[in-house]
T-cell receptor, first 111, second 112 residues
């Protein structure tokens, strides 16, 4: 049973435009949500997180939105840059548990 | 310092070998994790240590044996592995058992 779902395996965006990556979850006990970026053969790099008591968190070009009623979160990257091309993983956990990851979305930003 | 250091970066071992993967962090984090990642798949949790005690073991075969000698170090001892165990092994740490986890660069393990 997949508790964290990223239903789009890939996304292609032009440089300068907005990238929107989506994530759905099924476990209503999750209280912390994170996005990681990963290059091949490297460990995931933490990007941005959001607590369940918030609906938006912004850090530079990255903004995460959380819709608890829909059990949905999204990562917005504006403006997108070629260096943003990577696999993006959505992850979630609740107090006392380890992160559970979605399957990832491969973002390709073309110049 | 937000670094988690894993050694070695690459490891090739035979099915009868015994080897160890090492992980170190100096962020004062009290939770440390081992994840396994196969190509085109998400990281899968193997083990979690919280305050140097094993708190989660995700039904991992006994040929993988974790060890947490102190709050900064985490080892994964490998013995009699199978070719299907070839993967990227990731170590991570977090302040406590939840919240942001910081990952090392991983050890690319190939079992021949």
């Amino acid at each position: 049973d997949q508790q964290v779902k990223q239903n789009s395996p890939s996304l292609s965006v032009q440089e300068g435009r907005i990238s929107i990556l989506n994530c759905d979850y099924t476990n209503s006990m999750f209280d912390y949500f994170l996005w990681y970026k990963k290059y091949p053969a490297e460990g995931p790099t933490f990007l941005i997180s959001i607590s369940s008591i918030k609906d938006k968190n912004e850090d530079g070009r990255f903004t995460v939105f959380l819709n608890k009623s829909a059990k949905h979160l999204s990562l917005h990257i504006v403006p997108s840059q070629p260096g943003d091309s990577a696999v993006y993983f959505c992850a979630a956990n609740q107090a006392g548990t380890a992160l559970i990851f979605g399957k990832g979305t491969t973002l390709s930003v073309s110049s | 310092d937000t670094e988690v250091t894993q050694t070695p970066k690459h490891l090739v071992m035979g099915m009868t070998n015994k080897k160890s993967l090492k992980c170190e962090q100096h962020m004062g984090h009290r939770a440390m994790y081992w994840y396994k990642q196969k190509a085109k798949k998400p990281p899968e949790l193997m083990f979690v240590y919280s305050y140097e005690k094993l708190s989660i073991n995700e039904s991992v075969p006994s040929r993988f044996s974790p060890e947490c000698p102190n709050s900064s170090l985490l080892n994964l001892h490998l013995h009699a592995l199978q070719p299907e165990d070839s993967a990227l092994y990731l170590c991570a740490s977090s302040q406590r058992l939840s919240g942001e986890a910081f990952f090392g660069q991983g050890t690319r393990l190939t079992v021949v």
